[in-house]
Nanobody, 127 residues
Framework: QVRLVESGGGSVQAGGSLRLSCVGSGYTYIAYVMGWFRQAPGKEREGVASMSGDNEAIYADPVKGRFTISRDNAKNTSYLQMDSLKPEDTAMYYC?????????????????????WGQGTQVTVFS
């Protein structure tokens, strides 16, 4: 059974940094596209960053230059390094995985492409 567990959220002052982690279990294939999404109160969930099995990464415009997605296949873990945080980054952050793994799959910020989701970790940025 595939399971994704996020951690690393918390409260931070604007301009600060946080590093989120997403540990996957129940599978070992390393070519899965991983994605990070967020949902602020009263808003729809939106894509933040995604990385393919061969480490191609894409980012949503609001986080470009501030967030960095990475992965450690040996640990089945995806990371989201968030720097220069802003109050508008406040949201519940989720990691997700495509249903199938393939070296042909490219990173995507479309929620519909993802089959497995974590429970989320809260990030609060105060000014």
């Amino acid at each position: 059974q595939v399971r994704l567990v996020e951690s690393g959220g918390g409260s931070v002052q604007a301009g600060g940094s946080l590093r989120l982690s997403c540990v996957g279990s129940g599978y070992t294939y390393i070519a899965y596209v991983m994605g990070w999404f967020r949902q602020a109160p009263g808003k729809e969930r939106e894509g933040v960053a995604s990385m393919s099995g061969d480490n191609e990464a894409i980012y949503a415009d609001p986080v470009k230059g501030r967030f960095t997605i990475s992965r450690d296949n040996a640990k089945n873990t995806s990371y989201l390094q968030m720097d220069s945080l802003k109050p508008e980054d406040t949201a519940m952050y989720y990691c997700a995985r495509l249903e199938f793994g393939s070296s042909w799959h490219r990173p995507t910020l479309s929620q519909a492409d993802y089959a497995y989701w974590g429970q989320g970790t809260q990030v609060t940025v105060f000014s």
